[in-house]
């Protein structure tokens, strides 16, 4: 193959990857690759929130959670991408839609009962996620917790691997990995670990008390 020819994979990959990108596309891509039961895990650790709770659903695309959560609460959707905030906006008026960025959330401080980050982490690079941690912790109320939920990287599963090769995400972490880095803001205080097609985390993290010592770190 001739200097400057793609790779037909890589050609495919790239192909795959810009119709993902669609927002209504991807929706049906994350129900496909187990979303409802993914959810149904994060229904469960959040439980049923009251109307006067906050959840704030970090890189929240088309507010695909609010789906498959129970109670009245406060919504509010943040997201980087601005055709799938506005798919958002117009199809939850009453919900809040924020343009922005999960690293530099534009929320007041301990003012939120849970951030969710679901299928994201894969798509942030090391740094961008410790810092997306920091603002999660940030704006969490004392008593409020932090769900992440993201595919594994597991190199020895077949099907993984391909499911990766046509991922936008170029983050993939295992397991320890992620579990290693969230135990440096909080306290991790449920973990949970299922299969659809990937593997898959789920993880509950408490704000680590001042008084520990084991502040956020930047």
Same mark, same amino acid.
């Given at each position: #193959?001739? &200097?400057?020819?793609?790779?037909?994979?890589? #050609?495919?990959?790239?192909?795959?990857?810009?119709?993902?990108?669609?927002?209504?596309? *991807?929706?049906?891509?994350? *129900?496909?690759?187990?979303?409802?039961?993914? *959810?149904? $895990?994060?229904?469960? +650790?959040?439980?049923?929130?009251? +109307?006067?709770?906050?959840?704030?659903?970090?890189?929240?695309?088309?507010?695909?959670?609010? $789906?498959?959560?129970?109670?009245?609460?406060? *919504? =509010?959707?943040?997201?980087?991408?601005?055709?799938?905030?506005? =798919?958002?906006?117009?199809?939850?008026?009453?919900?809040? +839609?924020?343009?922005? %960025?999960?690293?530099?959330?534009?929320?007041?401080?301990?003012?939120?009962?849970?951030? =969710?980050?679901?299928?994201?982490?894969?798509?942030?690079?090391?740094? %961008?996620?410790?810092?997306?941690?920091? &603002?999660? #912790?940030?704006?969490?109320?004392?008593?409020?917790?932090?769900?992440?939920?993201?595919? /594994?990287?597991?190199?020895?599963?077949?099907?993984?691997?391909?499911?990766?090769?046509?991922?936008?995400?170029? $983050?993939?972490?295992?397991?320890?990995?992620? =579990?290693? #880095?969230?135990?440096?803001?909080?306290?991790?205080?449920?973990?949970?670990?299922?299969?659809?097609?990937?593997?898959?985390? /789920?993880?509950?993290?408490?704000?680590?008390?001042?008084?520990?010592?084991?502040?956020?770190?930047?």
């Amino acid at each position: #193959m001739g &200097e400057g020819t793609e790779k037909p994979l890589n #050609m495919f990959s790239r192909f795959i990857s810009r119709i993902v990108a669609n927002p209504q596309v *991807y929706n049906v891509v994350q *129900y496909f690759f187990g979303a409802p039961i993914a *959810y149904r $895990h994060v229904r469960e +650790a959040v439980g049923s929130l009251s +109307a006067q709770q906050v959840l704030v659903d970090i890189g929240g695309g088309t507010g695909i959670s609010l $789906h498959f959560l129970l109670g009245d609460f406060r *919504y =509010l959707c943040v997201e980087i991408d601005p055709v799938k905030i506005g =798919l958002f906006a117009g199809n939850q008026p009453h919900q809040m +839609a924020i343009l922005g %960025d999960g690293t530099r959330l534009p929320i007041a401080d301990t003012c939120v009962d849970v951030a =969710l980050c679901a299928f994201v982490a894969h798509h942030l690079t090391d740094s %961008d996620f410790r810092q997306a941690l920091s &603002e999660a #912790m940030r704006v969490l109320k004392p008593e409020g917790c932090f769900i992440l939920v993201d595919p /594994l990287w597991r190199p020895k599963h077949v099907v993984s691997r391909l499911l990766w090769a046509y991922d936008r995400g170029e $983050h993939p972490r295992t397991g320890d990995r992620l =579990l290693e #880095m969230m135990a440096q803001y909080g306290d991790i205080c449920e973990i949970r670990r299922f299969s659809v097609l990937h593997g898959y985390l /789920l993880a509950v993290v408490r704000r680590a008390p001042v008084a520990s010592g084991r502040l956020p770190v930047g």
